[in-house]
């Protein structure tokens, strides 16, 4: 096999209480890439649909991470990168991370798959941080690994997978405004209360708790986020008019999207999913600011062939 396309999926990443740790994958959503292996050596970005991204490979995500994985495997070819991007970039689900994991991924199955998910995971790393400006992989592992995942360890690098019920729903809203990851990072507090990281890391394990015995009531009580939203929020035009309104319709909770502008909630069964949808349109349609919506199952595969 000399060539390969594949589905990288979107993912949510902080969920909440979980910022840098926890993500989940989403199953509508995602990237397309078609990996080929060519004689001559080296990492070529060769197409880029529906974004303006860099061909040049030391300037392009998923060219950052293919090359990290090939100066480790040494391959005596090289490899060609098509990218059809669905994700917008700063979106925030996880665009730079379906580029990261993708390259990587489609050359691990041409070249017979020397490399696990961890290990694929930590040469993605190499790329996400070129989007970023720092080294994280709470969109990268759900993408990977599907489901939800917890960043267990960086160094060295550790991913717990996490179950979750099956009636789990996703509504996501992503308003079309662009936010950068690494200046939603940069008006964070280098120091929180210690009341509230008592009341984060109860939400966290709490929260880790309901996912394994899919108790949708503890779900509820856990989606809270003392330490992150306050800031990042300021940053997402009507996100307490979202927020408000998803749980008047019924949902668990609500949060941003990784770094956003997108805003997440979760919700028992499709219809009160659709519910939650009808009530973010309803917030956004009195702006002028364009939307997309997603309804969505968590994606418990992650990255796959096509």
Known sequence: MN?????????VANVACGFDVLGFCLDSVGDEMLIRKIDK?????????GFDLP?????????????????????????EIEIYKKIKPGSGIGSSAASAVGSVFGMNELLGRPYNKTQLTEFAIKGEALASKCEHADNLAPAMFGGFTLVKSMSPLEILEIPSPDDLYATIIHPQIEIKTSEARAILPKEVALQNAITQWANFGSLIHALHTSDFELIQRSLNDVIVEPFRSQLIPHYH???????????????????????????????TAMNVADAMKNVYAKTHID????????????IKIL
Do not use: R
């Not at 060539?3 to 993912?11: D, L």
């Not at 050596?41 to 649909?49: A, S, Y």
């Not at 090939?70 to 490899?79: I, T, V």
């Open 241 to 271: 008019d979202v927020k408000n309104e998803v749980l008047k319709a019924g949902a668990l909770g609500a949060g941003i999207s990784g770094s956003g502008p997108s805003i997440f909630s979760l919700s028992k069964g499709l219809k």
């Open 41 to 49: 050596k080296g990492i070529f970005i060769t197409k880029v649909e």
């Open 3 to 11: 060539e390969i396309k594949i589905f990288s999926p979107a993912t």
């Open 291 to 302: 939307f997309d919506i997603h309804i969505t199952k968590i994606n418990t595969e992650g």
């Open 55 to 79: 061909y040049e490979t030391e300037l392009n995500v998923a060219g950052v991470s293919a090359l990290a994985m090939y100066e480790a495997a040494k391959p005596d070819c090289g490899f």
